[in-house]
């Protein structure tokens, strides 16, 4: 019997506890308070990029207030996590999962305490790992993945026909298409696709809208990828853990969830033809970037070898300084965008896995709401139970697995194929 009919009391437990989680992370917002302002680099560009960036630990208090009490919010977040504990019982799979949210956003709001310090890159580790990490036991690390694809992009992108398309659109036309597209994609979601200023990167999407930056331009691949990224898995998996009827709090993904988030992003839009060459090697530069920093290079260290791998100054200037954000332009890295590659490789062992074993039920799971991937089974068990909602939108290159499932079922097999051996046999052909 579902849950809901046995036991409505509980349900509107978790959905109380839910939304106080929502309600007290609303005003954590972690890259806004550790940007950088155009005045710094400005100020790089015209020192010809020798300089360091003045930024320390009194750049962050003076220009990126945090808008709330951080011993308060801290408190509050203890307070939900204790609540959680009595009211739903220490043991509880979902009240544990909801605990272990809180626990990550005292951690987030102790690593904005610790802006501009040792600390700060510390606590980055904890919540988005390090490039050290490896993906599985004997595994090779994300920084490996970094030195590997950096070699085999450089080389692809000597080649013409991988060149990216001109940035030929201004946010205003890129707005015009990507509204089309969203109203076609999320017809009765009310999405909204604006030109926006106070935003770092090219974009970003929020609750209901997605933000193009005003001083961008935007290629066709460009806006081709901005659909699949921002709007198929960002807001769709925001739309998706917004319906839900109890654990609402699956439409606000803690920092560990960015992994799957970034990393099924990527994916989607590997899967659906959408990405390039010179999109994946921007990832890899910041996997690069990140490694560089942890291993000892300060900012201009970093942004030259860059400028040295034929990345464009303005490219190289976003790279670092989202590397460096946070932290200080001599110390360690804010460790974010490591994600993209490290969730991706992730997810897509993950989908291996499942075609492999013929558990095609486990892949809508994906998309149910800001998720981790080691939180499928329960959640699949929470869906069973009437608990959770299974998602509601869900991409077209999952909707229908056909295609998807045919090329992964070969995967296994190739795997297991040594790649040394076929540069042996095939070098002749090449």
Known sequence: MPIQASNQ????????????????????????AIKWNNGVRQAFFDSRFHTLPAVDRDYYARHCPLGFDPEAKRAELHQIERDISRQLGQLNPLGMTMRRTCREYQMVVRMLEARGSE?????????????????????????????????????????????????????????????????????????????????????????????????????????????????????????????????????????????????????????SLRSSPTRLHRLVARVRAVTL??????????????REKDVSADDAWVITSRVFRGSTPTGRPFTKDITYMKGFVLTYNFLRLAVSRGRLDRLPMLFLGKILLEDIPLLADLVDEGVVTAPHFIPPHFSNLKGLVTWLSFSRFIAQLSFEQLEADYAHLL
Not at 20 to 32: F, S, Y
Not at 298 to 303: A, I, K, P, Q, Y
Request: charged share 25%; with cysteine; hydrophobic share 45%.
């Open 9 to 32: 009391a509980y349900l509107d437990t978790v959905r109380r506890l839910s939304e106080r989680i929502i309600e007290a992370q609303r005003p954590i917002r972690i890259l806004d």
């Open 119 to 271: 600390a700060f890159a510390d606590l980055s580790q904890e919540l988005y790992g390090a490039s050290s990490d490896v993906f599985h036991a004997a595994d090779p690390t994300i920084a490996d993945l970094g030195r590997l694809m950096e070699g085999v992009l450089e080389g692809l992108l000597r080649d013409p026909s991988m060149h990216e398309a001109p940035k030929i659109f201004t946010p205003e036309q890129a707005v015009a298409q990507l509204n089309d597209r969203m109203t076609e994609n999320f017809p009765d979601a009310g999405i909204r696709v604006i030109v926006s200023d106070g935003i770092a990167a090219d974009a970003a999407a929020g609750t209901d809208y997605i933000k193009l930056r005003q001083d961008a331009m935007f290629s066709q691949e460009d806006i081709d990828v901005l659909e699949v990224h921002e709007g198929w898995v960002h807001l769709g998996t925001t739309l998706n853990g917004m319906a839900q009827p109890y654990c609402t709090f699956l439409s606000k993904g803690p920092p560990s969830a960015t992994i799957t988030q970034e990393g099924l992003a990527v994916l989607s839009e590997i899967l």
């Open 293 to 306: 920093a942890e291993e000892g290079a300060d900012f201009v260290e970093v942004f030259r070898y860059l």
